[in-house]
Each structure stands twice: as structure tokens, then as C-alpha cells.
């Protein structure tokens, strides 16, 4: 079951990228021609394409690491050392990369979080 969750998430990790990268950098897919098309597709920029990718290689990683710890009899203790520092460091590289984006959000002018709208009073 693990592995068909593993291989799940790297088949909708792959599709993410292409029609993402093809959006951001070569051409954008008019949406209305395509009712069918997921309306997330079309907001992902760069840097939303590059957090999905780091979480996306995140959940698989932590995948492989509970399918290693499933089968225990069979993993040596610095394969399952090597895991775990592997994965530690994609989560620290996700953590790093949204503060880093959240930041440089901040300093170009964009509100960290947008403010909540006005109700007249």
C-alpha cells in the first residue's frame, strides 16, 4: 500500500512540474478553452511550484522512511540512520525555502499575510 501511495505521489509530482514549468516558462494554457482544467493549475507560480515540489519530495521521502521502519528486520541501523538524515534535511530545506520566499516577500513590498477586509466599521 505504501508503495502505491509513493507512486502515486510521484506521478502527481511529475504532472505538477510539467504543466507548471510549461505555464511558467513557456506559455500560459488559456483555461477557458479546457473545462475540465483544475483551477489550481493555472495560480502556481514559481515559487509555489518550487514549495509543492520540496513538500511533494518531502512526503515521499517520509514515505520510504516508514517503509524502512516497517521492515526493520531487514534495515541495517545506518541505513535507517542515513533515512532519517536525508529526510531531516528536506524538511530543514522546505522550512528554510518558505521563510527565505515569506521574506523576500516581505522586503519586495507584498504583505506577509493580507489583511483582513473591510466590513465598514
Not at 511529475?14 to 479546457?34: C, K, L, M, P, T
Not at 532519517?84 to 499575510?113: C, K, N, Q, Y
Request: glycine fraction near 6%; proline fraction near 4%.
Amino acid at each position: 500500500m505504501l508503495s502505491f501511495i509513493d507512486l502515486t505521489l510521484t506521478a502527481s509530482l511529475v504532472v505538477i512540474v510539467i504543466f507548471s514549468g510549461y505555464e511558467n516558462f513557456v506559455s500560459r494554457i488559456d483555461e477557458a478553452e479546457h473545462r475540465d482544467w483544475p483551477e489550481s493549475m493555472g495560480k502556481i507560480d514559481f515559487t509555489g511550484l518550487k514549495l509543492k515540489l520540496l513538500s511533494s519530495i518531502v512526503a515521499i521521502s517520509a514515505i520510504q522512511l516508514l517503509k524502512a521502519f516497517m521492515n526493520l528486520k531487514n534495515s541495517s541501523d545506518r541505513d535507517l540512520m542515513w533515512l532519517v538524515i536525508i529526510h531531516v534535511v528536506f524538511v530543514l530545506s522546505g522550512l528554510m525555502l518558505a521563510w527565505t520566499d515569506r521574506v523576500s516577500g516581505e522586503s519586495h513590498g507584498a504583505p506577509a499575510i493580507a489583511p483582513p477586509p473591510e466590513n465598514g466599521h
